[in-house]
T-cell receptor, first 114, second 116 residues
Framework: DGGITQSPKYLFRKEGQNVTLSCEQN?????MYWYRQDPGQGLRLIYYSQIVNDFQKGDIAEGYSVSREKKESFPLTVTSAQKNPTAFYLC?????????????FGDGTRLSIL | AQSVTQLGSHVSVSEGALVLLRCNYS??????LFWYVQYPNQGLQLLLKYTSAATLVKGINGFEAEFKKSETSFHLTKPSAHMSDAAEYFC??????????????FGQGTILTVHP
């Protein structure tokens, strides 16, 4: 079945450590997105990519970095500069048409501080 | 700029009762609107979408929503709640064209509780 796979499901970060969250899709979608979810705040866009080797900052990109070397993969690195990384992180993908295509979501990675 | 307001962070209904989850949007151009559902510790699942075709949109699990341009609303309804409908629901808006096409703006979410 086609879908989006996020790993790991749970992740713990130590002080000063960078951690990378994996996101892989086999839906042949051009666009991919990373969101952060905090209780009562909905989803906030971190980064998005509409094509391989290109990506744009979202609303809360500080302390995060991404790469898009392959169409299927869009890993997110939470750097030590992100002082409050504890959250639920969701990856999504969609066809990059005129914006009317729904986004498909993975099952998320929950990041906590040790 | 675009934004979404979901009225009521928590809604509680009895099983078999009408479900009404409210969503108002703001967009300077014609919007595309979506409703998603999220079960605990899972990703979001698309319930339905409005993309400028019929204003009454039917989705999965018996849900529907009506786009009302004059009221800038896209409320989600279901005639009869089921226990399995208990989840968090998100309304989202985007629009065609421009450099930000496809970028979704989400509401804060509404947690639906269904009582037996």
């Amino acid at each position: 079945d086609g879908g989006i796979t996020q790993s790991p499901k749970y992740l713990f970060r130590k002080e000063g450590q960078n951690v990378t969250l994996s996101c892989e899709q086999n839906l042949n979608h051009d666009a991919m997105y990373w969101y952060r979810q905090d209780p009562g705040q909905g989803l906030r866009l971190i980064y998005y990519s509409q094509i391989v080797n290109d990506f744009q900052k979202g609303d809360i990109a500080e302390g995060y970095s991404v790469s898009r070397e392959k169409k299927e993969s869009f890993p997110l690195t939470v750097t030590s500069a992100q002082k409050n990384p504890t959250a639920f992180y969701l990856c999504a993908s969609s066809r990059a048409d005129r914006g009317n295509q729904p986004q498909h979501f993975g099952d998320g990675t929950r990041l906590s501080i040790l | 700029a675009q934004s979404v307001t979901q009225l009521g962070s928590h809604v509680s209904v009895s099983e078999g009762a009408l479900v009404l989850l409210r969503c108002n949007y703001s967009s300077s151009v014609p919007p595309y609107l979506f409703w998603y559902v999220q079960y605990p510790n899972q990703g979001l699942q698309l319930l339905l979408k409005y993309t400028s075709a019929a204003t009454l949109v039917k989705g999965i699990n018996g849900f529907e929503a009506e786009f009302k341009k004059s009221e800038t609303s896209f409320h989600l309804t279901k005639p009869s709640a089921h226990m399995s409908d208990a989840a968090e629901y998100f309304c989202a808006v985007t629009h065609a064209g421009g450099t930000s096409y496809g970028k979704l703006t989400f509401g804060q979410g509404t947690i639906l509780t269904v009582h037996p």
